[in-house]
C-alpha cells in the first residue's frame, strides 16, 4: 500500500475516532439530563422576605396571598369566632398547645408583644388546640400567667394543618389587615426580639 494510501486511512480512522467519542460525550451529556429529574422551582416570597433572619431565619413568606381559613374556634366564653372577626387589624396568630415544650417556652415572648403594641392595631391571637377538659384547665391555667394573652381553644384540633405548617407545633401565623396570611414560622421563635418587631411594623404600615 502506497504512503499515500496509508496516510489517508490513518485520517479516516483518526475523524472516526473524534466522531465516535464526541458523540458518547454528547449522548453522557443527554442521558445525564434525561436523569436528573425536573428542577425544583422555588415558591415565589413577598418582599417580607427580608425580615427572615436572626431568630426569624426559617420565616416563609408567601408571594401568592390567600385568606386565613374560615374554621371556628372558641373564646374564653365558648362564644364561636373566626378570624374574619378581626379584620382591619394586624394578626399574629399562635397554635399552641401544653403537650407542646417550646409553645411554652415562646409564650413569655408573645405576652411581651402584646404588651409592646398594647393600644394599637395589633391582635396577639394565642389558640390553644389541646383536647380535653383536663388539658384544657390546664391551659387556661397556663395563660392566666401570661398577661395581657387570651384564651382561645381549637377543641378540633384542626387548625394547625390549615396553614401551611401542616400540623407542626407551634406554628405562628401572621395575618394582614385583611385577612391574608402574609408570613408563617414553625418552631420556637422570639417574637418580642428586634426582627419580630420590625416584621409587625412592617404590617402594620401597610394601608387597611
Not at 436528573?36 to 413568606?61: C, H, N
Not at 394547625?160 to 401565623?173: E, H
Amino acid at each position: 500500500m502506497s504512503g499515500s494510501k496509508k496516510a489517508g486511512w490513518a485520517m479516516a480512522a483518526a475523524v472516526l475516532l473524534i466522531l465516535m467519542i464526541g458523540g458518547g460525550a454528547l449522548l453522557y451529556v443527554n442521558r445525564a439530563a434525561v436523569f436528573k429529574g425536573p428542577v425544583a422551582v422555588e415558591a415565589p416570597k413577598s418582599d417580607l422576605a427580608r425580615f427572615a433572619t436572626g431568630p426569624l431565619a426559617r420565616l416563609e413568606t408567601p408571594g401568592v396571598l390567600v385568606v386565613a381559613p374560615d374554621h371556628s374556634f372558641r373564646a374564653r366564653d365558648g362564644s364561636t369566632v373566626h378570624f374574619a372577626d378581626f379584620r382591619g387589624k394586624v394578626v399574629v396568630v399562635n397554635l399552641w398547645a401544653m403537650w407542646c415544650a417550646p409553645c411554652r417556652t415562646e409564650m413569655p415572648t408573645l405576652a411581651r408583644l402584646a404588651e409592646l403594641y398594647a393600644g394599637r392595631d395589633l391582635v396577639v391571637l394565642p389558640v390553644n388546640v389541646d383536647t380535653g377538659a383536663d388539658a384544657l384547665a390546664d391551659a387556661t391555667s397556663f395563660i392566666d400567667v401570661h398577661e395581657p394573652l387570651p384564651l382561645y381553644n381549637d377543641p378540633q384540633f384542626q387548625l394547625p394543618f390549615l396553614f401551611p405548617g401542616k400540623g407542626k407545633m407551634p406554628q405562628t401565623i401572621l395575618l394582614d389587615r385583611q385577612g391574608r396570611v402574609r408570613a408563617t414560622f414553625a418552631g420556637e421563635a422570639d417574637w418580642a426580639s428586634p426582627q419580630a418587631r420590625a416584621l409587625v411594623d412592617a404590617l402594620l404600615a401597610e394601608p387597611g
